[in-house]
């Protein structure tokens, strides 16, 4: 009889527990942990990248370096001026009059073996080059931050669990003290559940350090180098099957910008070609010059000449190699292209596979998650009433907490793989 009433009294203090335990583990990311400061959404992120980034800062300079060669080529079709003042003087005790002079000489290119007009095809070919490189860059810089932002995102869920988890357990711990004061329980499950809330609170500690390291990373990308405080990060994934999906991937890759920052290279290594070969033509230029002694008397006049200068070469050891050295460089961009045009459809379609099999993986996991709540309630409230041993009762505790992290891994998964999916379809497959 003593027994039954200790029972009793037992049951409505467990029942008011395992009340609290199943109304958490419905909803295991708890929104009172989140942190304080105001959210930042990925597109803000976007923005602060765009204009603060390190690597694409750096890429707007070799764009602006590209410009002034392209002027410097497109400045070989100009004349030359040059201006000059000479002066001798002679030793002392002779009576010679010292010579000084000024000159103006003019030089106008005519023909130089067409080497003007391929320097400006290489120029112009860098120059594309560059902006390829450039939007190459942008992607590789979204692709870290995006990346980085989910990994950040779903850590802080992941803490946001964690929490929910350890608070589960504290009541889980206070029920198994509950149940062998009053002599239903062995002291083996108390320690074990103190070892479980032990494993829950340093996997929090473990996950605080890390969102604490993936916060540093974001800031950096986004150039904020001082950044102390964690960012908060909010929600953008929905784990959506691709709409459409061309039947051949390669139609994708037709202008993708690493793509093009390689075939830009081989044009530019074509028109090498062409500038080294016009060594072997002659160079023909016009010439003037003037020159007219420096304080003479009026009624002198300067001297004036025009002329045409032809050079032509007649051996030039270096000329060959040169030319030759110019088309292995060629070959070697024309394999460097194909090469990487086929690598590149590879990792797409990989990427692809990689994406479509995480939300698999992301909706079984959802349905196991269901099945672990609902296996847990049935058993805890089965339990509370003496109708499970607490073997099942911890079972399907264990089942619970690992499906919860299981789901958050598999949707992390698929965020990931979307992530990259687009960076290497060059953001066309959204």
Known sequence: MMHQRKFATFAL????????????????LLPEAAGKESPLS???????????????????????????????????????????????????????????????????????????????????????????????????SL????????????EQQR?????????RLRQQLLLMKLKYQSGLEAQWAVTKAE?????????LRQ?????????????????????????????????????TVPSDLGEVLADHPELQSLHQQVESSHAAIRVARADYWPKVAVN??????????????????IGISADFPLINPSTTPAVHKASAIRVIAQLSEEERRLSLLLELKAALASYEISLAAFTAAQFRLRAAQQREFTIDQEYTAGLRTFVEWEQAQQQLIQAEKTTLSAQQNAALALDLLTFKSARKLL
């Not at 199943?22 to 295991?28: E, F, G, I, N, Y």
């Not at 112009?124 to 942008?138: V, W, Y």
């Not at 692709?143 to 950040?152: A, D, I, V």
């Open 13 to 28: 203090l467990a029942l008011g527990l395992s009340g609290s335990s199943t109304s958490t583990a419905q909803s295991p």
């Open 42 to 140: 990925l597109q803000d992120c976007r923005q602060k990248v765009g204009n603060n980034n390190l690597s694409l800062r750096r890429l707007k300079q070799q764009i602006s370096s590209a410009e002034a060669d392209l002027a410097s080529s497109k400045a070989g079709y100009l004349p030359i001026l040059h201006g000059g003042i000479a002066l001798e003087t002679t030793p002392s005790g002779v009576h010679t009059p010292n010579n000084r002079q000024i000159s103006l000489q003019f030089s106008l290119p005519i023909f130089e073996g067409f080497k003007t007009r391929y320097s400006l095809e290489r120029s112009q070919a860098e120059l594309k080059r560059s902006n390829a490189d450039f939007s190459q860059g942008e992607l590789s």
């Open 143 to 154: 692709y870290q931050l995006e990346s980085t932002y989910h990994q950040l995102y779903f």
């Open 159 to 167: 803490s946001l669990l964690l929490e929910g988890i350890s608070k």
């Open 195 to 203: 070892a479980d809330l032990g494993d829950a609170t340093l996997d």
């Open 207 to 243: 996950s605080t350090e890390i969102r604490r390291s993936l916060s540093e990373q974001l800031s950096l990308l986004m150039g904020e180098e001082n950044n102390q405080r964690e960012i908060q990060t909010i929600s953008d994934f929905t784990a959506n099957p691709l709409k």
């Open 288 to 305: 003037s010059t003037f020159q007219r002694p420096f304080g003479s008397a009026p009624e002198e006049q300067g001297t004036w000449s």
